[in-house]
């Protein structure tokens, strides 16, 4: 059951209110690249980005926000550290969204100020407390980077913002160590109904980063927590997209692609499973619609450990067959089942119409 939040409005996007968990992701090209940066935006939301974030870490930067917003095929956000100004530069530069890091915005002023500017503008803010630059006072009197500390620190900021009136926000409380931003989260959304920005911040290559975010965002969507997820990846924003997509899709909380189920093969396993899996894994991103596909190693058991399957082969000695929700519907040659597979995808694709 997903926690009620309070709904914002990001351009075209609800965040929160019970709308659909939103996928964001943000460019790493030089930030004044106006060329590189508006490619990786349009492949980003082509990709499935529901948002993407620009870094805006000087006024040449902001300038260029500005043109990225009039091209761009979805709303954009503004992350800005350190210089408000470049938040106000942001806002008439018709940001969808700003992100800040409210302890190093220069102070509460600086921070109600903003909050009136976008007030105007009608825009959300989004306050991202981040364990790396919680205050020193916060630091000392919870004796580090706790849960409790990252969640005392956003309820301050947000204590200023709420005094001004200004409630659209979303919110964010990173930490690197997964189990610390668990925790956080979880204290947090107990205390407030902001809609809650989910992820873990450094969570390093894919190969291990996947799984630390999987794990905590996974654990917090599972709570009902969460009503965006950015993936955080050492590699291109295009993967954080591909991983965060998957993580809703495998709780069933939104569906884009394919599902594909493979067997963990064992001594029955009738056939070289691994390369086959592989090949099918790349068929299928030809393909949009949500059908669950199943690749199994035997015909013995296959079709019944895959019996929620939409579609599937399992393979036997020199035949194999293809099944339909469990139940059988064809015969093939072992050398034919890969395009047997295709054949019924294609059908199944030109019956749903994607
Ligand atoms: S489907 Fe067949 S080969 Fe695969 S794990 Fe099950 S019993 Fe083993």
Do not use: W
């Not at 790493?28 to 805006?56: C, H, K, P």
């Amino acid at each position: 059951m997903r926690k009620t939040t309070c709904p914002v409005r990001v351009g075209r996007v609800t965040i929160g209110g019970g709308a659909p968990v939103v996928v964001q992701s943000m460019t790493n090209t030089r930030s004044g690249d106006y060329g590189a940066t508006l490619e990786q935006i349009n492949m980003l939301f082509e990709a499935g980005s529901d948002l993407v974030r620009v870094a805006v870490p000087d006024s040449e930067a902001a300038l260029v926000f500005k043109k990225l917003v009039l091209k761009s095929p979805g709303p954009l956000i503004a992350d800005i550290h350190f210089d408000v100004k470049l938040a106000y530069m942001s806002l008439d530069a018709g940001a969808s969204k700003i992100r800040i890091n409210p302890g190093n915005i220069g102070g509460r002023a600086k921070l109600a100020e903003l909050a009136r500017r976008a007030m105007s503008y009608n825009v959300p803010l989004r306050v991202g407390v981040n364990s790396g630059s919680l205050e020193k006072s916060l630091l000392k009197k919870h004796g580090g980077a706790t849960a409790a500390a990252l969640v005392e620190s956003a309820l301050g900021f947000l204590e200023t913002l709420e005094e001004i009136g200004f409630t659209d926000l979303v919110v964010s409380l990173k930490a690197s160590d997964v189990y610390t931003t668990i925790s956080a989260y979880r204290f947090f959304a107990e205390k407030k109904s902001y809609p809650l920005h989910i992820g873990v911040t450094g969570a390093g290559p894919p190969s291990t980063g996947s799984i630390k975010n999987a794990v905590g965002i996974g654990s917090l969507l599972t709570d009902g927590i969460g009503d965006t997820i950015r993936v955080s990846l050492t590699a291109s924003p295009l993967e954080e997209i591909r991983v965060a997509r998957q993580i809703l899709q495998s709780l069933g909380l939104r569906k884009f692609t394919p599902e594909l189920i493979s067997c963990p093969t064992c001594g029955r396993c009738e056939v070289e499973l691994v390369p086959l899996v592989a090949a099918v894994e790349k068929m299928l991103e030809a393909y949009k619609m949500p059908v669950k596909v199943a690749i199994m190693g035997c015909v013995v058991n296959g079709p019944g450990e895959a019996k929620e399957a939409d579609v599937g082969i399992s393979a036997g000695k020199k035949k194999g067959i293809l099944f339909r929700r469990g139940q059988v519907i064809k015969t093939v040659r072992q050398s034919r089942l890969l395009e047997a597979l295709k054949e019924e995808l294609d059908l199944m694709a030109a019956q749903s119409g994607t």
